[in-house]
C-alpha cells in the first residue's frame, strides 16, 4: 500500500535487489506489486539518491500558469504527441499539472534535468512511452476502496434493483476506469451480501480501463494476501476467494458475474441501458471540459432513473442539471430527465478545429462560457458575411471568418499573428484606431470608406470593430469587419439598419429578410444565454450543496482540531513543567558561571598577587623549564646579578653571566625535577668565585603547562659568612666545640676510668660480704645490683659525653656503635655504607661527622616517622661525602632557615668550622642530609686500617 501511496503522491519507489539481499522476501514482494521504479542493490540505490536529489525541482506547470515558458509548453505538447503517436492515447484531455508531475517523475528515473531531454529520449526509446503511459494512468485502487460508499449503495441503490422495478430482468453495472478490478468485484460481492438468501437476479458488471496491464490482471482475478488484507475482511476472504499457488483467486460465482474489457472512455462508445454508472477517482485527473463530457456521456448511458457514482473527491458540478444529488457524502447521484447533450466521438468537433489560434502560452478560450465562434460568426451573417477576424485585446488574431485575403497578407519570416503585422496597407492606423476606441468604450467602432491597397489595385472598404463577450461583461476579444465596397459598385454601403424606400419592394423584401434573420439570431443567442443561465444556476445549488457539506467535514475537523488542542494544552502542561526544570538548570548554570567566573577572577587576582610579590620581594628568584632554561627572573635577580631580561631569558643556568659550571646546583635541580619534590642547598664561591649563595629549589606544576618549572629562590650569605669570619665569631665557635669536645671528653674518661673503678672496687667488696649474717647477708646482693646499676649509667654517661669507639676503633666503628644504639633505641631500623678509602688525619673533624650523624638521626626519630635509615661515607672529590637518607615524611623546608631550629644551625656550624657544607633534600619518599667536608690539602691521609690515629683533640 505504501509503494503505491507514494507512487501515487507522484514519488519514486526503490527496491532492493533480491540478488543482493540477505532475505528476498520483502524486496521480491514489493517488485511484484509492479509499483517499484528502481531494482538496484544498496550501494546503486545511495547513488541513485545522490543523483536524484541533485536534481533541479521543477515547478508544478499548474502553478506556473501563464509564466511557464513556450518552450516548457512546446516540449510537453512534443511529449504528449509522441505519445499519442507511440500509444494512440491522447493525453492532451488530462490536467496540466498531472501530466507534469508524472513527467518530472520519469525525469527523475532517468536523472534528466529538462522536459525538453526527456522528450528527446521519449522518441529513442519506445519502452519510455509505455512506462511514461503506465505512470499516468494511476491505477490506485483497493477492495471496497471508502467502503462507506459501498454501504450506501447497498442502503440506497440496490433496492432499485428489485426485479421489475426497471422493468428490466437484468441488473446492468459500468464500472468505468476499473484499473485492476478491485472496484468491479467489490460491486459484484456487495450485490452478493445485498441478495443475500433472495433470488439473485441476472447481475452485469461490464468493468473497463485504458490500461491492457490492469486489464488482465482484472480478468485473471487473482491477489496476493496483502493486496485483499487491504480492504476486505477475513470473513469476505474465505467466502469469495480461494488459496492458490500465487496468491488468492476470486471466487467462480463473482467471477461470473464481471466482464472486463478495455476501452478508452473519452474516444470509445459507451455501454447504455445502465443501472449503475460507477467512475470513482478518474475525473481527477481530466480537464473540466472533458469532465463534463463523460458526465454527459453517463447520463446518455444510464436507464431512466439510473445511478452514478464518483470518487470521494469528485462531483457532478460540470454536469449541469444531469444528474440529481442522492447521497452528496457519498458521491450518488441520480440520472435527472434533462436530454442528454451527449454526442458521440464521431460527431463531436474537436481537435484543431477547436483549439485556439492564439499563442501557446494563452490560456484557453472556454467555450463553456461564451460562444465567441458563434457571436461571430451571428454577427457576420447579419452583414451579410464580409470578411473578419476575431482577436484579442492584443490585436492578436484567435478566429478567421470568411474571405479575408483582400485585407491580410502574412509577412515573410515566422507566423505572427498580430493584425497590424498582417493588414494590407493603407488601414493600419484606422484599424488602429477604430480599435482603441471599442476596446475603451466597449462598443462597436466604424471607420468607412478606406482605401486599402492589394499590389497595384486598390479596393474601399468600411471597416468596424465590435467588442465580443457576454452583456455585462468587459470584451477581451473584438471582431474585425472588412466590408468590400467597391464590390458592390464602388458605393460604400451602411450597414445600419436603413429604413426601406418607399415603393422600392425589392429593398424592402431584402431588409425585412435581413431583420428576420437578425431576430432568429437574436433569439438563439438568447436561447442559448438562457441555457446557460439555468446550467450555471445548477451549477450554484451543486456548488452550494458542495459548500454545505464541506461546512459538515470542517465541522467535523473542527471536532478533530478541537481534540488535538486539548492533546496540545496536555503537552503545553508537560512543556510548562519542563521549562520549569530547564529553567531551574539555568539558573544552576548561571550560579556556577558566576562561580567559575569569581574563581578565574580570583585566580587572576591570585596570579597578580603573586608576581607582585615575586617582583618586590628582595630574594632573587628565577623560574626554569623542564631543560632548565630560565623562563623569567625577578627584580631582585636582575639587581643582585646585574642583569636584564633579555640576558636571562631562554638561557640555561650555566650560561648565565657569572655562573659557568655549577655541577651540584645542576644535581640539585635535576633531582627536584624528577622527584617533584623540595631540595636546599648552599654553595659557595659559586658567583664568580665570590659569593656564596644558598639555594631553594622548588617544582611548581602549573595547569596548562606539560611539564613541572622549577622556582629556584637564591640567599646570599657571602655577607653574613664574610661578617661571621670577620667577627672571629666562627673562630670562637669552632674553639668552643672544641672545648666542649675536650672537657666531654675528659668528664666521660673521669666518670669511665675513676667513678667507674671506683664502683667496680665498691661491687666487689661486696661481693666478699656474701654470705655475711643477718640483717647483712640478706641486703648485699641488692646492694650490688644497685652498685651494677650505677655502673652502667657511669658508662652510659661516659658513652654520651664522647662516642668511645671512635678514640679507640676509628670512624666507622664510632658510626657502627652510634648506628645500633640508635636502632636498640627506636627500633628504627639503620644500614651503614662505608666507603671511604682515605681518612683525614683531622680528629676533630671526625668528631665533627660523628656529632653531625647524632644530631641528624635525633632528628629523624623525633620528626620524620621513618622506619629506616641508610648511613653512606664516600669520597667526593676533595671532600669526605656523608649522605644520611631516611623514608620519612620529608623535612619541612621552613624549619631549614628557621634560626629556632638549633639543632639544624649545630650541624651546619660544624661543617662551616670545618670548611664544608650541609643540604638537605627531599626526595619524595623520604629526605637526604648531605655533609661535605674538605679534607684538608697537603695533609697526608692515614688509613682507616690503622684505628686509633684519628683521635677527638679533648682526648689528648
Ligand atoms: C485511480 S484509478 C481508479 C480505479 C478505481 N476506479 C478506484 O477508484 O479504485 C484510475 C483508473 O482510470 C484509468 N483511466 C485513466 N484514463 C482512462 C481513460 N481515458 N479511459 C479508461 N480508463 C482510464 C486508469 O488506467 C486507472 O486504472
Known amino acids: 500500500a505504501g509503494l503505491r501511496a507514494v507512487k501515487a503522491a507522484g514519488g519514486l519507489t526503490f527496491a532492493q535487489d533480491p540478488e543482493t539481499a540477505q532475505y528476498d522476501g520483502m524486496p521480491q514482494s514489493a517488485i511484484e506489486t509492479g509499483c517499484v521504479d528502481f531494482v538496484l542493490s544498496i550501494p546503486e540505490i545511495a547513488c541513485a539518491l545522490s543523483r536524484i536529489t541533485a536534481l533541479p525541482v521543477q515547478e508544478d506547470s499548474e502553478e506556473k500558469g501563464a509564466e511557464s515558458t513556450a518552450d516548457h509548453h512546446e516540449d510537453t505538447q512534443r511529449i504528449l504527441h509522441l505519445l499519442k503517436g507511440s500509444t494512440g492515447i491522447d493525453f492532451t484531455h488530462y490536467k496540466p499539472a498531472t501530466i507534469g508531475r508524472r513527467v518530472q517523475r520519469r525525469m527523475a528515473v532517468h536523472g534528466l534535468d529538462g522536459v525538453a531531454a526527456y522528450a528527446d529520449r521519449l522518441r529513442t526509446r519506445p519502452a519510455e512511452a509505455e512506462a511514461l503511459t503506465n505512470d499516468l494512468l494511476i491505477g490506485v485502487t483497493e477492495f471496497f476502496r471508502d467502503p462507506v460508499a459501498f454501504e450506501a449503495l447497498a442502503a440506497s441503490v440496490y433496492p432499485a434493483f428489485q426485479p421489475g422495478s426497471s422493468g428490466d430482468r437484468s441488473v446492468r453495472v459500468w464500472v468505468a476506469g476499473c484499473s485492476s478490478g478491485e472496484e468491479a ?113 453517463f447520463h446518455f448511458a444510464l436507464k431512466p432513473g439510473g445511478f452514478l457514482l464518483l470518487g470521494k473527491s469528485e462531483s457532478i458540478t460540470s454536469a449541469h442539471g444531469l444528474f440529481a444529488p442522492l447521497d452528496k457524502t457519498n458521491r450518488i447521484y441520480m440520472k435527472t430527465k434533462t436530454h442528454s447533450t451527449y454526442q458521440s466521438a464521431e460527431t463531436r468537433v474537436d481537435g484543431p478545429q477547436r483549439e485556439q489560434l492564439g499563442r501557446p502560452n494563452e490560456p484557453a478560450y472556454d467555450e463553456t462560457r461564451f460562444d465567441l465562434q458563434m457571436e461571430a460568426d451571428r454577427i457576420l451573417l447579419a452583414r451579410y458575411a464580409p470578411g473578419g477576424v476575431v482577436v484579442n485585446d492584443k490585436l492578436e488574431v484567435v478566429l478567421y471568418r470568411g474571405y479575408t485575403g483582400k485585407y491580410l497578407e502574412a509577412s515573410p519570416g515566422k507566423p505572427d499573428l498580430d493584425l497590424r503585422t498582417m493588414i494590407r496597407p493603407g488601414i493600419l492606423r484606422e484599424m488602429e484606431q477604430a480599435f482603441e476606441q471599442a476596446r475603451k468604450e466597449q462598443l462597436p467602432a466604424r471607420i468607412e470608406s478606406l482605401q486599402v491597397r492589394r499590389d497595384s489595385e486598390s479596393a474601399q472598404i468600411n471597416l468596424e470593430v465590435i467588442p465580443l463577450g457576454p452583456p455585462g461583461q468587459t470584451a477581451t476579444y473584438f471582431l474585425v469587419v472588412f466590408e468590400d465596397v467597391t464590390a458592390r459598385g464602388g458605393q460604400a454601403r451602411d450597414v445600419s439598419p ?112 603573586a608576581g607582585a610579590v615575586v617582583e618586590t620581594i628582595r630574594q632573587p628568584l628565577l623560574v626554569l623549564d623542564r631543560e632548565l632554561r630560565v623562563q623569567g627572573a625577578n627584580a631582585a635577580y636582575h639587581r643582585s646579578f646585574g642583569t636584564t631580561p633579555e640576558q636571562t631569558a631562554g638561557k640555561r643556568i650555566g650560561e648565565l653571566d657569572g655562573w659557568g659550571d655549577v655541577p651540584a646546583l645542576q644535581t640539585m635541580l635535576e633531582q627536584a625535577l624528577s622527584g617533584g619534590q623540595p631540595q636546599e642547598n648552599e654553595l659557595e664561591d659559586k658567583w664568580r668565585g665570590e659569593r656564596s649563595l644558598l639555594f631553594h629549589v622548588r617544582p611548581i606544576q602549573i595547569s596548562g603547562k606539560p611539564g613541572p618549572l622549577i622556582l629556584l629562590a637564591i640567599d646570599d650569605v657571602t655577607a653574613q659568612k664574610r661578617a661571621l669570619e670577620a667577627s672571629g665569631l666562627r673562630r670562637l665557635s669552632a674553639h668552643l666545640q672544641q672545648q666542649l669536645e675536650a672537657e666531654r671528653t675528659r668528664i666521660a674518661r673521669e666518670v669511665h676510668d675513676e667513678l667507674g673503678q671506683a664502683l667496680t672496687a665498691l661491687q666487689f667488696e661486696l661481693g666478699a660480704l656474701k654470705g655475711a649474717p643477718e640483717p647483712w647477708g640478706a641486703k648485699v646482693p641488692k646492694l650490688i645490683a644497685a652498685v651494677q646499676g650505677a655502673i652502667q649509667t657511669a658508662r652510659d654517661i661516659a658513652t654520651d659525653l664522647r662516642p668511645p669507639l671512635l678514640d679507640e676503633f676509628g670512624l666507622q666503628a664510632a658510626i ?141
Open 816 to 956: 657502627e656503635w652510634q648506628l645500633e644504639a640508635f636502632g636498640k633505641r627506636t627500633g628504627i631500623e639503620t644500614a651503614l655504607t662505608y666507603d671511604l678509602e682515605i681518612l683525614p688525619p683531622n680528629p676533630d673533624l671526625l668528631t665533627a661527622l660523628v656529632r653531625v650523624l647524632q644530631e641528624a638521626i635525633t632528628n629523624i626519630a623525633r620528626h620524620a616517622q621513618a622506619s629506616l635509615v641508610t648511613v653512606s661515607l664516600h669520597d667526593g672529590e676533595d671532600y669526605l661525602v656523608m649522605e644520611i637518607a631516611d623514608n620519612g615524611v620529608g623535612i619541612d623546608m621552613v624549619r631549614l632557615s628557621d634560626p629556632r631550629s638549633l639543632g639544624i644551625l649545630g650541624m651546619r656550624e660544624r661543617c662551616a668550622a670545618h670548611g664544608g657544607q650541609l643540604g638537605f633534600a627531599n626526595r619524595g619518599d623520604g629526605t637526604t642530609l648531605t655533609a661535605k667536608l674538605p679534607i684538608p690539602r697537603g695533609n697526608p691521609s692515614s688509613s682507616l686500617t690503622e684505628p686509633g690515629t684519628t683521635r677527638a683533640s679533648g682526648a689528648e
Open 498 to 609: 436603413a429604413p426601406a424606400a418607399e415603393g422600392n419592394d425589392d429593398g424592402r423584401d431584402l431588409e425585412i429578410a435581413r431583420l428576420r434573420r437578425e431576430l432568429c439570431h437574436t433569439q438563439a443567442y438568447l436561447r442559448s444565454n438562457m441555457q446557460k443561465h439555468a446550467a450555471r444556476d445548477e451549477e450554484l445549488t451543486a456548488l452550494n450543496e458542495e459548500i454545505l457539506s464541506s461546512n459538515e467535514e470542517l465541522q467535523s475537523m473542527n471536532e478533530e482540531l478541537e481534540a488535538a488542542k486539548e492533546e496540545l494544552q496536555a503537552s503545553q502542561e508537560e512543556l510548562v513543567t519542563l521549562n520549569e526544570e530547564l529553567r531551574s538548570r539555568n539558573a544552576e548554570l548561571a550560579r556556577l558561571n558566576d562561580e567559575i567566573r569569581k574563581a578565574l577572577q580570583r585566580a587572576e587576582e591570585s596570579g597578580a598577587y
Open 185 to 297: 468485484y467489490s460491486l459484484a460481492m456487495s450485490l452478493l451480501e445485498f441478495y443475500q438468501d433472495a433470488p439473485v437476479p441476472q447481475v452485469q458488471i461490464f468493468a473497463t480501463d485504458l490500461s491492457a496491464k490492469a486489464i488482465a490482471k482484472a480478468r485473471s482475478g487473482v491477489y496476493s494476501r496483502e493486496e485483499l488484507r487491504r480492504g476486505l475482511s477475513e470473513e469476505r476472504i474465505d467466502r469469495f476467494f480461494t488459496p492458490v499457488e500465487n496468491g488468492y483467486r476470486i471466487s467462480k460465482r463473482v467471477r461470473e458475474m464481471c466482464v472486463f474489457a478495455r476501452q478508452n472512455l473519452i474516444k470509445d462508445p459507451p455501454f447504455s441501458r445502465l443501472d449503475l454508472v460507477s467512475c470513482r477517482n478518474l475525473l481527477i485527473y481530466l480537464k473540466q471540459a472533458v469532465q463534463a463530457r463523460l458526465l454527459s456521456l
